[in-house]
């Protein structure tokens, strides 16, 4: 496996310059079953290696285990990366296994200086609104946090989930750096509104689940047949059931090209996110989430693949024929408020 380093872009017109894809970190200590604290280190490494420098994160990924995992590596290597973590999803002290949207300011104040404290950090590089609260106004939501970059707490700026019209607003308050949201070969109704808005505003784009969570790679087909029982897949409508066994149909010119650039399945679906860039003019910073240093080298790699124009349009009607949604709740999503 080639050690080059991967290409840089800037996150947006107000970001800091970062590797053209960074790395999700959430499942080293969340949402995917059991993992390996030693493996999960040194992919954190092997990803800096390749030029990987942005690390996302946020406080509700094992009740704030996960920054507080990251916070050494961070501390080790804090001139070479940008740490984005999140805030909003708050965990009901009567029922830890829920979470509550919460946008409120006296609550993004506390989040933030807990963040702060578990990375262990003076100033958080980019600081997102994990999702949106409807019942707040944002320019509340986003007043507050502009006032944390102001007070030296935050550097940047970042919306996830958010509409085309929320994205507006709040950039029209303070700039924004990013907006995450889920795109893939499997979800693209971002495509629709809040694209062209980040466009518009000079806001990069961070997909996250770009892989869709694993099924575009093909290491699992079913989730209540393959993952374990812990696993946040099994939740999803479109990994179970009949709908999974629908969609496992749907990568066969996924493997096909593949075959072509020699290439796994999920290197083909990051190679396509990628080269949203190019297709939508306006930065795209992947975060493909992984817990071992081959799958980085594998992802990285995907960089440097550029599919042709014949082969994007055998792309094209994936995920229109996709079966089930990406939540079981749609509201908590851009695309069940646009």
Same mark, same amino acid.
């Given at each position: 496996?080639?050690?080059?380093?991967? +290409?840089?872009?800037? &996150?947006?017109?107000?970001?800091?310059?970062?590797?053209?894809?960074?790395?999700?970190?959430?499942?080293?200590?969340?949402?995917?079953?059991?993992?390996?604290?030693?493996?999960?280190?040194?992919?954190?490494?092997?990803?800096?290696?390749?030029?990987? /420098?942005?690390?996302?994160?946020?406080?509700?990924?094992?009740?704030?285990?996960?920054?507080?995992?990251? @916070?050494?590596?961070?501390?080790?290597?804090?001139?070479?990366?940008?740490?984005?973590? *999140?805030? +909003?999803?708050?965990?009901? %002290?009567?029922?830890?296994?829920?979470?509550?949207?919460?946008?409120?300011?006296?609550?993004?104040?506390?989040?933030?200086?807990?963040?702060?404290?578990?990375?262990?950090?003076?100033?958080?590089? &980019?600081?997102?609104?994990?999702?949106?609260?409807?019942?707040?106004?944002?320019?509340?939501?986003? $007043?507050?946090?502009?006032?944390?970059?102001?007070?030296?707490?935050?550097?940047? &700026? $970042?919306?996830?989930?958010?509409?085309?019209?929320?994205?507006?607003?709040?950039?029209?308050?303070?700039?924004?750096? %990013?907006?995450?949201? !889920?795109?893939?070969?499997?979800?693209?109704? #971002?495509? +629709?509104?809040?694209?062209?808005?980040?466009? !518009?505003?000079?806001?990069?784009?961070?997909?996250?689940?770009?892989?869709?969570?694993?099924?575009? /790679?093909? @290491?699992?087909?079913? %989730?209540?047949?393959?993952? /374990?029982?812990?696993?946040?897949? =099994?939740?999803?409508?479109?990994?179970?059931?009949?709908?999974?066994?629908?969609?496992? %149909?749907?990568?066969?010119?996924?493997?096909?090209?593949? *075959? /072509?650039?020699?290439?796994?399945?999920?290197?083909?679906?990051?190679?396509?996110?990628?080269?949203?860039? +190019?297709?939508?003019?306006?930065?795209?910073?992947? #975060?493909?989430?992984? =817990?071992?240093?081959?799958?980085?080298?594998?992802?990285?790699?995907?960089?440097?693949? !550029?599919?042709?124009?014949?082969? &994007?349009?055998?792309? !094209?009607? #994936?995920?229109?024929?996709?079966? $089930?949604?990406?939540?079981?709740?749609?509201?908590?999503? @851009?695309?069940?408020?646009?």
């Amino acid at each position: 496996m080639t050690d080059s380093r991967i +290409a840089t872009a800037r &996150l947006g017109d107000t970001g800091p310059e970062v590797g053209v894809q960074g790395l999700g970190c959430m499942g080293m200590s969340f949402a995917y079953g059991p993992s390996d604290a030693k493996e999960s280190r040194a992919t954190l490494e092997r990803a800096l290696e390749l030029g990987v /420098t942005l690390y996302d994160t946020a406080d509700a990924y094992g009740a704030g285990e996960n920054e507080k995992f990251l @916070s050494p590596f961070f501390k080790a290597h804090r001139d070479e990366l940008v740490i984005a973590t *999140k805030f +909003a999803l708050a965990i009901p %002290a009567d029922d830890p296994s829920r979470r509550i949207i919460r946008n409120d300011p006296p609550y993004i104040r506390q989040a933030v200086e807990a963040s702060l404290k578990r990375l262990d950090v003076d100033v958080i590089d &980019l600081y997102y609104m994990h999702r949106r609260d409807v019942n707040v106004p944002i320019e509340e939501s986003v $007043g507050v946090m502009a006032d944390l970059v102001r007070e030296g707490k935050v550097k940047h &700026l $970042g919306l996830s989930e958010v509409t085309a019209a929320e994205l507006r607003t709040a950039h029209a308050l303070h700039p924004i750096a %990013a907006v995450q949201s !889920e795109w893939s070969l499997f979800s693209r109704d #971002i495509e +629709a509104q809040v694209v062209p808005a980040a466009r !518009e505003l000079g806001v990069a784009l961070v997909p996250y689940s770009p892989l869709g969570r694993g099924f575009l /790679t093909g @290491s699992f087909a079913n %989730a209540d047949k393959d993952l /374990t029982s812990d696993d946040f897949r =099994r939740q999803q409508p479109r990994f179970t059931g009949e709908n999974a066994d629908a969609n496992v %149909a749907l990568l066969d010119p996924i493997r096909t090209i593949a *075959k /072509t650039h020699n290439a796994s399945t999920g290197q083909i679906a990051l190679a396509w996110v990628q080269q949203q860039a +190019a297709v939508h003019a306006l930065p795209v910073i992947p #975060i493909p989430g992984t =817990r071992k240093p081959s799958r980085v080298e594998e992802n990285t790699a995907a960089t440097r693949i !550029e599919l042709s124009k014949e082969e &994007l349009e055998l792309l !094209e009607p #994936i995920a229109g024929r996709v079966a $089930g949604d990406r939540y079981s709740d749609m509201t908590f999503t @851009s695309a069940g408020r646009e």
